[in-house]
């Protein structure tokens, strides 16, 4: 039994950080990068086509992890984006579960962001253009709970008002600023700068192994140290997770970006844009290696037949996929992609937990507007629920659907 758990353990270190991370890196890095470069002017560009908006917005969400969507929010606060192209973005939201499901479900995953797209920039129009009874929904929540602000992001039934943007009009978003570093040991800061190079040697050792990884198929890569394939594959790999965890629990006080998933519309310099990359994607491994051991050990310690169930609930997997998307944050979405990707869940509840959850990008409109994105995560739950239920009664499950 003890070898059972850390043979787990071990590999959920090692694969966690080579399949799943190492791409996180290289998305995150390539969305800071054009920030870095553009300085800001797409931003501008947004603001000047209104009726883009929504589209742009399930584009941005598209993106896997929650990157792109995570930027959409402040513009939101800011008034530079409508209400529908909240909702877009987040229907469209991929989230970091994206990384677990396109590495090892690529066919599955497709579809079911495709068929998330869709709905977005859909119900993103519908909610500019007719409202969708936003305004109702925004009073309903308003008497559960007093709003912290005006509620104004949802005022108007959700439809732009004339000469503007129907939003928040903040001077500032002080929320959705990245941190400077809070530490003032010199040693600590050297050691966590030296962390975070290390860091990026392993990410790119990672990039490779998992790039061939996918090339060959996904088989199965033994657990050795060694200058072979194998080898290279769990030293990066266990590597990359430890100074994941140092950067994120202990080296963000001294190399900044503290507040992982609160987007900026600039960097300052390209070392800012890649401390930023390695430090949203070092969060990402907490949560990553955080949700393969909450899927795998009670599955082999307790000899779980997940799928058995999942198919014994019918039109409730479903369901459930989509109520799960109401948690904010990636954790609980990568726990279902991973029961995915073993075959565990049908195919029809992860494509409604891929519309309905919203990942990070939730966290700072929390923490400026509650009630907004109160209203915004039950509007993305009504499309999940919808095409959810629709594909298990059109198609049935699809157990195993697309998984490699």
């Not at 799943?20 to 947004?46: C, E, H, M, N, P």
């Not at 080296?251 to 987007?263: N, P």
């Not at 070392?271 to 907490?286: D, G, I, K, N, R």
Request: charged share 10%; hydrophobic share 50%.
């Amino acid at each position: 039994m003890l070898d059972v758990v850390v043979d787990i353990f071990v590999a959920s270190v090692r694969d966690g950080f080579v399949q799943v991370s190492a791409f996180v890196a290289v998305t995150v890095l390539l969305f800071s990068y054009v920030q870095y470069k553009t300085d800001g002017r797409l931003i501008q560009k947004l603001r000047e086509h209104e009726r883009a908006q929504p589209f742009v917005g399930a584009l941005m969400g598209l993106t896997p992890g929650c990157g792109g969507a995570i930027v959409m929010m402040p513009l939101y606060v800011r008034g530079t984006v409508s209400f529908g192209t909240v909702v877009a973005t987040l229907i469209a939201t991929a989230g970091d579960s994206a990384f677990v499901i396109l590495a090892l479900a690529p066919e599955a995953g497709l579809y079911a962001y495709a068929i998330a797209f869709v709905s977005a920039v859909v119900f993103g129009y519908a909610v500019d253009t007719v409202g969708l009874g936003v305004g109702r929904v925004d009073r309903a929540v308003g008497r559960l709970e007093t709003a912290v602000t005006d509620g104004g992001a949802v005022a108007n039934g959700g439809l732009p008002t004339p000469g503007g943007s129907q939003v928040h009009h903040y001077e500032a978003a002080e929320c959705c600023e990245v941190d400077a570093p809070t530490g003032e040991s010199p040693l600590l800061t050297r050691l966590s700068e030296l962390a975070l190079g290390l860091w990026w040697i392993a990410a790119v050792g990672a990039l490779v192994a998992g790039v061939l990884y996918l090339a060959r198929g996904a088989p199965d890569v033994p657990i050795r140290l060694g200058l072979d394939y194998a080898g290279a594959f769990t030293v990066f790999g266990v590597a990359g997770t430890a100074l994941s965890f140092y950067l994120y629990f202990v080296g963000r006080r001294y190399v900044g970006h503290g507040h992982v998933g609160r987007g900026r519309d600039t960097f300052a310099n390209v070392t800012e844009t890649l401390t930023h990359a390695a430090m949203e994607t070092s969060f990402v491994t907490v949560w990553v290696l955080a949700a393969y051991l909450l899927y795998e050990y009670p599955v082999a310690l307790l000899n779980l037949d997940v799928a058995a169930i999942a198919a014994a609930a019918g039109l409730l997997a479903p369901i459930a996929g989509a109520a799960l998307g109401l948690i904010p944050g990636c954790g609980p979405q990568i726990v279902l992609a991973t029961a995915y990707a073993e075959g565990a869940i049908p195919f029809s509840a992860l494509t409604a937990n891929a519309i309905s959850q919203d990942g990070d990008a939730l966290f700072p409109l929390i923490a400026i507007d509650k009630k907004a994105a109160v209203v915004a995560s039950i509007y993305t739950t009504i499309p999940a629920l919808l095409v959810g239920v629709g594909l298990h009664a059109l198609f049935g499950p699809m157990f195993g659907f697309g998984v490699l």
